[in-house]
């Protein structure tokens, strides 16, 4: 059973940095690509960055120099750096990879960015 916890979340001012991350189970972690989502109040959850299992990346333009995708295939974990925060990143941000065609989802954290 695959299983996808995050981590992390909080509140933070604005151009604060803030590091979440994800726990995988059930899965050959290093075999699969693994993705950061986000979801803001009213809006469609979009990709924020995605790291393959030969830890290439691509990263939404909005957050492109500001957050860093990384992964630890020994600790079976994705990990996001956010940095330089401001309010249009608060969401809560999900943690996604797919196994044989499906999706699997985190329940997500929640990211707030407000003085």
């Known amino acids: 059973q695959v299983q996808l916890v995050e981590s992390g979340g909080g509140l933070v001012q604005p151009g604060g940095s803030l590091r979440l991350s994800c726990a995988a189970s059930?899965?050959?972690?290093?075999?699969?690509?693994m993705a950061w989502y986000r979801q803001a109040p009213g809006k469609e959850r979009e990709l924020v960055a995605r790291?393959?299992?030969?830890?290439?990346?691509n990263y939404a333009g909005s957050v492109k120099d500001r957050f860093t995708i990384s992964r630890d295939n020994a600790k079976n974990t994705v990990s996001l750096q956010m940095s330089s925060l401001n309010p249009e990143d608060t969401a809560v941000y999900y943690c996604?990879?797919?196994?044989?065609?499906?999706?699997?989802w985190g329940k997500g954290t929640l990211v707030t960015v407000s003085s």
């Open positions: 996604k990879t797919d196994v044989g065609g499906r999706p699997y």
């Open positions: 059930g899965i050959i972690f290093s075999f699969y690509a």
């Open positions: 790291i393959t299992s030969t830890y290439s990346t």
